[in-house]
């Protein structure tokens, strides 16, 4: 290869996002340095993340740079290496971007081992969706056998494995999904104990008989209404990882009304970001590991092919067209 592709973002959205935010451009495969690396990617993640990255307000890390390659976790294998720790073939896990090739210097490189564990999937379940899912699970919902855990965005990368990694630990695990076809699936395949289709009109009253002990922990991806009705159901000193909002991120409004049940249940609610907490991954990347080698923490993944479908794709996460790990096929 002489050229290859990338997009770069080309304008902040104005509200909803839309294609002609992103750019995609034809680059020369560069040469590379002492110590560095190059990678052909093989599938890139598209998370919601990166829609609160296009915007240039204050938050945890600083706005994607305009004109700039969009950020993004990669999988993919080392086509080039001056740098002693890479060899040409290895497989590694890097953040090299919207982009089907990428140089690193080594230092956000890992090599991963796909021997038991699809390549694929250190972008998922055994990466940082499935890291976070562990996060907010063990060490701020602490739940213990026989309570109901709620989670939302039930079908999707962090929230299927949140449900799995409860009832492993005895829990009562719902979901709550978008669609009959995404609760089927979270109970029938997943083995949740139930899931709730919001879409279906009766989200109170379906939250209710799914969880006819109450709820004594949330992990909450979603926001406005679903996060409400959760609240409304959380029983005394409940607990909350505050995950994500995704249901805000594209310029929605996302009023909460049950704030009043932090106060009569006496509640406590923290958000978190993953990539923080960096000491507790190889604990976390363990367990996760060994269960999806062992066949027993399943995932689904949406795969759009080539760059040039990224952000169609990325459009839909965010309106819940995918079902399961949004990738992108970049090989
Ligand atoms: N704090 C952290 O460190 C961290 C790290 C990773 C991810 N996250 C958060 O975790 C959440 C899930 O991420 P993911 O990567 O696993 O994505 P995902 O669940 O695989 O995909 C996103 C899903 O969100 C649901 N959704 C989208 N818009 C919605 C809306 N308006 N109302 C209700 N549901 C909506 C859709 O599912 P339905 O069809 O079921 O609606 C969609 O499939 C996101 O909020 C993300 O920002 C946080």
Redesign the pocket.
Known sequence: MATYQRIVLASRPMGEVSPENFRLEQVPVPTIGAGEVLVRNHFLS????M??RMEDVKSYAAPQALNEVMIGGTVGEVVGSNNPKFAVGDKVLGMLGWSEMGVSDGSMLRKVDTSHIPLSAYLGAVG??G???W??LTQIMQPKAGETIVV??????????VGQLAKLRGCRAVG????AE?CAYVVDELGFDACVD??AGNLAADLAAATPDGIDAVF???????FDECLARMNPFGRIA?????????G?PMPINNVRAFLTMRLTMR??????HQDLWPQGLKELGALVAGGKLKFRE?IAQGLAAAPDAFIG??????????LVKLV
């Open positions: 598209l998370d919601p993340y829609r609160m940082m969706p890291m976070t899912a996060y907010g939302s965005a039930a079908s999707g990368a962090v929230g299927s494995v709550i999904a978008g669609g995404k919001y879409k909450e991806n979603v926001g406005g209404k679903i505050l995950c994500g909002l995704i249901a805000g991120y594209d929605q958000g978190f970001i993953v990539s923080e949406s996460l965010l309106k819940g067209r995918n079902f399961g790990k949004q």
